[in-house]
């Protein structure tokens, strides 16, 4: 932007004309402007254009696209009630992103997850399957004997298992031994 409004500042005013009631305004040599003449798009350009959209290679969307854009910008009520609803369409209609999933794949979702599921649960089932039994220590009889152990010790004589007011398990976190 402001490289061009210094361009615009460093190059000599070659032609000012008077052509219009708004007072004179200066062209600059090289320099035209283009302005595109909005008509009308023909209808058979926008004939389902929901069911051609996807099929439509992609340069000849973007000319379509164009097309509209510049229909669009001059006034409303001048465009056709096609284009209407063709900008409409390719703006929001349900392609490319908005696209609606393909019928199945909800299912063909569900039963992979499944089966995911059934792999990893049979990995964990051949995994314990195959380890060492728990430590010896794991069993309620050694954890309750540890109990009586830190109480003997005194450990945590405030808050803790040796308290006086003490409501809790202790170190108890598993089933008794099996004989």
């Keep these: ?26 062209v600059y040599a090289g320099e035209r402007q283009q302005r595109r003449a909005a008509h009308a798009i023909s209808n058979p350009t926008l004939a389902n254009i929901e069911k051609r959209w996807e099929a439509m290679p992609p340069q000849e969307q973007a000319e379509l696209w164009m097309q509209l854009r510049d229909r669009m910008k001059n006034a409303w009520p001048e465009m056709t009630l096609q284009e209407k609803k063709a900008a409409y369409w390719i703006a929001f209609g349900p392609h ?39 430590p010896s220590t794991m069993n309620k009889e050694w954890q309750e004997a540890t109990n009586e152990y830190l109480k003997a010790q005194r450990v945590e004589p405030i808050s803790g298992l040796s308290s006086a007011d003490y409501v809790g398990k202790g170190q108890v976190q598993s089933k008794p031994k099996a004989p």
């Design 1 to 26: 932007m402001l490289r061009s409004s210094l361009l615009r500042a460093s190059k000599p005013a070659s032609v000012l004309s008077h052509g219009s009631r708004a007072g004179p305004t200066c």
């Design 96 to 134: 490319g992103p908005r696209a609606l999933p393909p019928p199945g794949e909800t299912q063909k979702i569900v039963l992979y997850t499944l089966a995911g599921l059934g792999v990893a649960l049979g990995l964990m089932w051949a995994a314990r399957s195959v380890a060492r039994p728990p």
